[in-house]
Each structure stands twice: as C-alpha cells, then as structure tokens.
C-alpha cells in the first residue's frame, strides 16, 4: 500500500544521496514500520429518518463486509458504525482525531451514504466533508502529521439520482437501475491527504442491491488481487480503468480521487500484510 525500504536498502539510499549531485531533489518514501498499521473507521448509512426523504441503500452491509475483510488483511484496525447520526457521528470522527496515532503507518476513514454538494449524510442529517478532513490536519491532529490519511466516499445523491441494480437470478431476465450518485467532490484537504470519491462529475454510481457498490467491490477486489504489489494510487486508477469499462443503460461511472501525498512509494519494496510473505 504505502511503502518502506528494508534497513539495508534505506543504507543504499543514503549512500547514492551522498554521491549525488548537490541540490537534485531525492524523493521520500512514507515510514510504514511503526508498531501499528492504523485505525480505519467505516460509517455505514443504509437506512435514513423519514424526515430526510432519501432511500433506503439495499446492499450497503456488504461493502461494509467487504471492506472491513481487506482492510484488517491489509494490518488495519477496523471499527465499524451503523446508521449514525449526525452528533454521534461526529464525536466517533473528533474521538479518533484527538487520539495518539504516534505509532501508527497511516489512518483511513470511509463513508457509505448519501451525499450531495460537498456533504455526507448521517442518519439524520448532513455532515460538511470539509469539517471532518479538518479535524486531522497537522494543527489539530498532529500525531498523523506525515502520515497518510486516506478518506473514501461512496456517497450517492439518494433522492434524486440513484442507481440500484438488483442482482439477476436464473429465473430473471430484466435489471432494476436506478440512478445512484451525484459528484460530492471537495477542495483538497491538506498536505498527506487522499480523496477517494466514487464518481466524478458528469458520471452516474451504480449499486447491486443485494452485493454493494460496484466502486466498493472493485476496490476491494483490487486491494485483494494486487494489494502487495501496487501501491494505493496506483490501485485507484486501476479501479477507475475497470469501473469506465462498464455501462449500463448507456451510462458510465467514473470514479476520481485527489492525491495531496508528499511522498512516494518504491515499487520494489512492498509492505508485507500481517502474516502474509512475500
């Protein structure tokens, strides 16, 4: 995912330093060695107060499976909610900010919801996306200070647009769509951020009502396939190639996300997930 050099390989690096030209620019790599891989919170909204007007997300309970599956193979500590609202939602969120992640690689936060217009539903109500990323940027987080912070969103514009498709059986020959998302796309949130949003503007977000979205499930089968070999954006785009392949009723998703990483990742040395060789 993010990557480290092995010690003697980190001894290599310092020496070609050495004997390179003063002044060039020699890229960083994340430290991925702490005692810990990170806290990674799943906010899971299927159902929604009457008073918010929005469907029901059939098929949500597995994308939170699913991802809780890859990332505790990936060393993550998983804490999953469901149907939160808004206050509670919030006090989980300033919770993990305020804790110590000094020992921690990395930190990752995923919303399953609705949302619309740079914010994410909770049971409830809207929650400004700009006021969650605020809460782990270096000043008032400053123990991820470095450190990745990877935000995913699959959050679809419930009442008016949404795309659920229901899985066909042998008996059936027509599928259920629905169109699911709008683009919620935000402003980058800060230095050693990642974005990760489940359609980009102009394209619609499909999901199978009984297996999850089509951007979870891709992204959990890439992470599955290649999470030992490709590093997370490079995962990411692999994910946008084969989620434009598909097309349904003449319509496409494309996911984006938007990288504030400072550092870079070695492509020859992989972080191994817990009890895993390589």
């Not at 690096?13 to 430290?31: C, L, V």
């Not at 809780?68 to 060393?75: I, P, Q, S, V, Y």
């Not at 498709?165 to 935000?186: C, F, K, N, R």
Request: charged fraction near 30%; proline fraction near 3%.
């Amino acid at each position: 995912l993010f990557c480290h050099r092995s010690s003697e390989t980190q001894s290599t690096t310092m020496e070609n330093r050495e004997d390179s030209p003063a002044g060039s620019d020699q890229p960083e790599m994340y430290k991925m060695d702490h005692k810990r891989r990170g806290l990674a919170l799943i906010f899971n909204q299927q159902n929604f107060s009457h008073e918010l007007d929005m469907k029901t997300r059939f098929g949500t309970a597995a994308d939170k499976a699913n991802l809780t599956e890859r990332f505790k193979e990936l060393g993550f500590k998983v804490k999953g909610y469901d149907n939160l609202k808004k206050k509670d939602m919030l006090h989980k969120i300033r919770k993990a900010a305020k804790a110590n992640h000094a020992d921690a690689d990395c930190f990752a936060c995923v919303f399953l919801s609705h949302g619309e217009n740079g914010h994410v539903y909770a049971f409830d109500d809207k929650i400004d996306i700009k006021e969650v990323t605020s809460l782990f940027r270096g000043d008032k987080c400053r123990s991820l200070v470095g450190k990745p912070k990877i935000f995913i969103f699959q959050a679809c514009r419930g009442k008016d647009r949404e795309i659920g498709v229901t899985p066909m059986t042998a008996d059936d020959s027509d599928t259920e769509v629905v169109e699911d998302a709008a683009m919620i796309y935000t402003l980058p949130a800060g230095a050693d951020f990642l974005m990760c949003y489940s359609v980009a503007e102009g394209f619609v977000s499909f999901r199978n009502t009984k297996d999850g979205t089509y951007y979870i499930q891709k992204l959990c089968m890439t992470l599955q396939e290649h999470g030992l070999t490709l590093e997370f954006t490079e995962l990411l785009t692999l994910v946008n190639m084969k989620l434009s392949e598909l097309c349904l009723q003449g319509k496409k998703q494309m996911p984006c996300f938007s990288s504030m990483l400072t550092k870079i990742n070695d492509s020859d040395y992989r972080l191994p997930c817990p009890g895993v060789s390589s």
